[in-house]
């Protein structure tokens, strides 16, 4: 799940950790996310001042092919980022869309920096927020002739690109959602349910008008049959004028940017949630089965019981069944053993002892 961020966490650390440096230090450092965006980071002990911010990254729109590397309204909106401390550098670097120079003694030493650093390391989240901006904004760009309006596939992350279609007074945005698992696809087709039921409400008529089908919208004809083959269906937004007016601009841009992560995370913590709920539910039968197994051994051992002696005997610990067990034994092998009679070994030795005789013939061995 690749939820979108404002800040780079990796950029923000190699930046705070040149601002609380107590010496100039040296670096060079590549940084890489979604795999499709690059940080180059450059500074230098000798220049303290002169530290180098380099981006790579892919436009959101593929078809806009500019020599300066990115719009002009992003641009701006990088150097309004922080003014005195981004100085953006012309040409940029090779192989980059953007290179800034930072301006580290600038910065003042207080949570003021560090907040400072902080937007600078969301850059790249500006430059692409400002390209959908931009595109929202100046929706005329889009327009091809005799009428007609063609979808823009903008692509922030490799597997989850979307498409933009200008409409007579709206924006329609229309997601393909792919899911890995068939659960996936149930829970998510459920929400999205549940999303245009709710969408279609009194409550939240402000709100984007959102509409999910099993099969392509009729804007999407002749685009792509990979970009078109998914098992989850399409969502898509009616954008009007309302929806970017003033602030809900950045608003509105933000989620679409993040609508792939926030179905993920719905979908990642429902089946969560069923899969606690199926354990407990589980855990419950299993302690019914077994106090009903207790219950029935109970029963059984009452209905079994016999005479009160049969009881008393049962109720002897198994120490004093065998201890009475060996004593009766031994009594039964007193009877049957002989009778003994004092002095009678005596007599038999003196007079019931025969003589020893020998034989006077004698016999030879006939060979």
């Not at 993040?258 to 419950?284: C, D, P, W």
Request: proline share 5%; aromatic share 10%; net charge positive.
């Amino acid at each position: 799940m690749a939820c979108f961020q404002r800040e780079s966490p990796a950029l923000k650390e190699i930046l705070l950790r040149l601002y609380r440096a107590e010496k100039p230090m040296e670096l060079d450092h590549h940084l890489y996310e979604f795999g499709s965006v690059e940080y180059h980071v450059q500074a230098s002990a000798s220049i303290p001042d002169n530290t180098y911010l380099s981006i790579a990254t892919p436009l959101l729109y593929q078809d806009v092919v500019l020599s300066s590397g990115l719009p002009c309204y992003t641009l701006e909106m990088v150097k309004g980022i922080s003014p005195d401390v981004i100085e953006i550098i012309e040409p940029p670097k090779e192989g980059y869309k953007l290179t800034l120079r930072l301006k580290y003694s600038r910065i003042p030493r207080n949570k003021g920096g560090v907040k400072m650093i902080a937007s600078i390391s969301s850059v790249q989240g500006v430059i692409l927020s400002s390209q959908l901006k931009d595109m929202l904004m100046n929706v005329n760009s889009l327009e091809v002739s005799q009428g007609m309006y063609r979808p823009v596939k903008l692509i922030y992350h490799p597997r989850e690109p979307f498409f933009v279609i200008k409409q007579p007074e709206k924006i329609t945005a229309v997601f393909p959602m792919r899911f890995k698992e068939d659960t996936d696809v149930i829970i998510a087709t459920a929400f999205f349910q549940e999303l245009m039921d709710i969408g279609s409400s009194k409550a939240f008529v402000k709100a984007p008008h959102c509409i999910w089908s099993p099969i392509p919208p009729a804007e999407l004809r002749g685009e792509p049959i990979e970009d078109l083959s998914t098992n989850g269906g399409f969502v898509s937004f009616d954008i009007t004028g309302r929806h970017v007016e003033g602030k809900r601009l950045d608003k509105t841009v933000w989620n679409l940017l993040n609508f792939y992560a926030f179905v993920k995370y719905h979908v990642k913590s429902t089946r969560g949630f069923i899969q606690r709920r199926m354990r407990t539910r589980l855990e419950s039968l299993v302690e019914v089965l077994y106090n009903a197994g207790i219950k029935d051994e109970h029963h059984i051992k009452k209905k079994n019981r016999g005479p009160k002696g049969v009881r008393k005997l049962l109720n002897f610990s198994k120490s004093k069944l065998l201890k009475k067990r060996y004593n009766f034994i031994n009594k039964i092998k007193r009877i049957r053993s002989r009778i003994k009679i004092h002095w009678f070994s005596r007599f038999r030795k003196r007079w019931l002892n025969f003589s020893r005789f020998s034989s006077l013939t004698r016999y030879e061995k006939l060979n």
